[in-house]
């Protein structure tokens, strides 16, 4: 299961393919493509969203242009580090600002939100009502959460 395809992968790359690489190419796709369910969600083949194909084609290039995974080279007295790849060096991988788009795309939100807790076997409480906790030894007289109705703090 790709989201792209070797063809439009070749399309962003400035060389051709032998065929070795073409069997690394189609292996990197395919695994940008897991990734890519893994951060988003499962598209469909034939129905995946624009956004997340362009993802899974850079992904894949950004790998067949450095597949060993190179951090530093040098030619001479001169030298070129890439100090951004960190561990992902020579992985097929995304980078954080790719995830979070990929999980927008999915509707994963992130951020804190309040959820209401009760009791297993209880009601969930009216929105507006007083906080009370259920008690076993007195059901008609629940035991009060805050110290007065007024001001829950």
Do not use: C
């Amino acid at each position: 299961m790709a989201y792209a395809t070797l063809d439009e992968l070749k399309g962003r790359l400035d060389w051709e393919l032998d065929e070795d690489e073409l069997r690394i190419a189609a292996g990197a796709l395919d695994d940008a493509s897991d990734l890519a369910a893994t951060y988003g969600r499962d598209w469909p083949e034939t129905t995946v969203p624009r956004l997340v194909k362009t993802l899974v084609l850079k992904s894949a290039a950004r790998y067949l242009r450095n597949p060993n995974g190179y951090t530093q080279s040098r030619a001479g007295d001169e030298t070129l580090a890439w100090s951004d790849i960190g561990r992902d060096a020579g992985t097929v991988h995304f980078a954080r600002e790719e995830i979070r788009l990929l999980e927008e795309l999915a509707g994963r939100k992130r951020g804190i939100t309040s959820v209401d807790v009760f009791a297993w076997g209880t009601k969930p409480r009216e929105r507006g009502a007083t906080g009370h906790v259920p008690v076993d030894y007195s059901p008609d007289s629940p035991f009060p959460l805050f110290e007065d109705e007024a001001s829950p703090w």
